[in-house]
């Protein structure tokens, strides 16, 4: 798996989670993330999967807390394919 831009990534925030979760274990198996980035992104995965159960506890998940996780989302994707195009000019 290599960078994709995020045009490319699930839509639904769920897939987007699991499919950014599988990014980071294979970013660090091939050694284009590090451990330090890979330990990042999967607490701040952690910490958007709470946010996100937290939105939908009442029943009700607004367009404005769905923003609220995208952003956080597009953030962390940002980041790590930041750290994967710099390992790989390395």
């Known amino acids: 798996m290599g960078p994709y831009e995020l045009g490319q ?47 939908k506890r009442d029943g009700r998940f607004t367009q404005r807390e769905a923003q609220i996780i995208e952003k956080r989302l597009d953030r962390l994707t940002k980041q790590l394919v930041k750290n994967w195009r710099q390992a790989r000019n390395y």
């Not at 979760?21 to 990042?40: C, F, K, M, P, T």
């Not at 995965?45 to 159960?53: F, G, K, P, S, V």
């Open 9 to 55: 990534l699930p839509t639904d925030i769920s897939t987007r989670i699991i499919w950014m979760r599988e990014y980071v274990r294979s970013g660090l198996q091939s050694r284009h993330i590090s451990q330090n980035s890979a330990q990042y992104a999967r607490r701040e995965l952690t910490a958007i999967e709470a946010q996100n159960r937290q939105f």
